[in-house]
């Protein structure tokens, strides 16, 4: 069994700061990449920042400069730090990674159960 797990979210004052974390646990012998996904009421999840096993990130245009996604591939957990928040960055953001169990040689997808995010005065 794999478990993801999401923490840190919370409620912040418009271009304030929260830093997101994301552990994995379970029968894992290796994990490639990890990514942060986010939904809003009444919108599709979306894609916010994603950080392959070696480093290599890429983001969505709406948190470029404001978001940085990072890894520790030893500890098996991700993070992601948000500054200058806005309202519309409001959403249940989730944790996603690629992960391969002992034996295999195939990469299932994990999901955390989301960590909501709050950008209000």
């Known amino acids: 069994q794999v478990q993801v797990v999401e923490s840190g979210g919370g409620l912040v004052q418009p271009g304030g700061s929260l830093r997101l974390s994301c552990a994995a646990s379970?029968?894992?012998?290796?994990?490639?990449?990890m990514g942060w996904h986010r939904q809003a009421p009444g919108k599709q999840r979306e894609l916010v920042a994603r950080i392959t096993y070696g480093g290599s990130t890429n983001y969505a245009d709406s948190v470029k400069g404001r978001f940085t996604i990072s890894r520790d591939n030893a500890k098996k957990t991700m993070f992601l730090q948000m500054n200058s928040l806005k309202p519309e960055d409001t959403a249940t953001y989730y944790c996603?990674?690629?992960?391969?169990?002992?034996?295999?040689?195939?990469?299932?997808?994990?999901w955390g159960q989301g960590t909501q995010v709050t950008v209000s005065s």
């Open positions: 996603n990674a690629e992960v391969r169990s002992p034996g295999s040689n195939l990469y299932g997808n994990y």
């Open positions: 379970g029968s894992i012998s290796g994990i490639n990449t």
